[in-house]
């Protein structure tokens, strides 16, 4: 896409997270939107959303921007296309709904292959959930 400015968002990088702000005219008019990835261990103490995740969308939402998430949730919910729902895929659905949040990969599910060389197999790891909202 022509016209295309990011920048990165350096409040809401730290480990496992990151955030850009990408700006670009459609049809003549200026748009501007937050993608953003993010890790919900799955050894967190309190359920998800986290403050990494919720942070981004007050922020969206304060600056009235489009956001899209892709994320590894570490949380089951068959909304998502798990088998089964575990207490943190229903903490996690609550949010998602509460915030105005969409989930885009209904039954779809995005792959990528990891070399663990420890072990010497190649696993895979899921991009659990795409979620936008006009927030």
Request: charged content about 20%; some cysteine.
């Amino acid at each position: 896409m022509r016209n295309m400015n990011v920048w990165v968002l350096p409040g809401f990088f730290r480990r496992d997270l990151g955030a850009v702000l990408v700006k670009y005219v459609e049809d003549g008019a200026e748009r501007r939107l937050v993608v953003r990835s993010a890790y919900l261990p799955y050894d967190s103490v309190d359920p998800p959303p986290s403050r990494e995740l919720e942070e981004p969308v007050q922020y969206c939402e304060n600056e009235n921007l489009y956001l899209i998430v892709g994320f590894d949730s570490n949380a089951h919910h068959t909304a998502w296309g798990s088998t089964n729902c575990n207490d943190r895929g229903e903490a996690l659905l609550e949010f998602l709904n509460s915030s105005n949040l969409e989930i885009l990969n209904l039954y779809l599910m995005a792959f990528n292959l990891v070399f663990v060389p420890m072990v010497r197999c190649l696993y895979y790891t899921a991009l659990q959930i795409v979620a936008h909202g006009c927030l």
